[in-house]
């Protein structure tokens, strides 16, 4: 099953130049881990270090900045990301303004998160 892509939303907001940022149905659907050390794919984080710490803070924010940025599917939304850690740390990620809209386009709650 695929993320809401552009054509349902009728907006096409991008996580880079030619690539629509992939946005989960409903934030219930997130069910990722909120605890231990997480490893990413080689195709969501290519540089060295892809280990995370989800008791850090940081590593948390950084994996989900990576996750939310670089996912072409829905299904590693799901995997990754959990919607009411989500929710809880929206706030705080830094992510390129095309993913921060098609996210709280879908999930208006997250602008008051």
């Known amino acids: 099953m695929q993320g809401v892509s552009p054509t349902v939303t009728g907006v096409a907001h991008l996580a880079r130049p030619g690539r629509p940022a992939v946005v989960a149905r409903t934030l219930a659907e997130l069910t990722g881990p909120t605890t231990g050390v997480v490893e990413l794919p080689v195709r969501l984080m290519w540089c ?55 996210w709280e386009s879908r999930h208006r709650g997250l602008r008051t998160a």
């Open 48 to 102: 060295g270090e892809r280990v995370f710490d989800l008791a850090e803070p940081d590593d948390l924010l950084w994996m989900y900045e990576n996750v939310l940025r670089e996912t072409t599917r829905v299904d590693d939304l799901r995997a990754l990301i959990h919607g009411r850690t989500l929710r809880r740390v929206w706030r705080r990620l830094n992510l390129p303004r095309g993913v921060r809209l098609a």
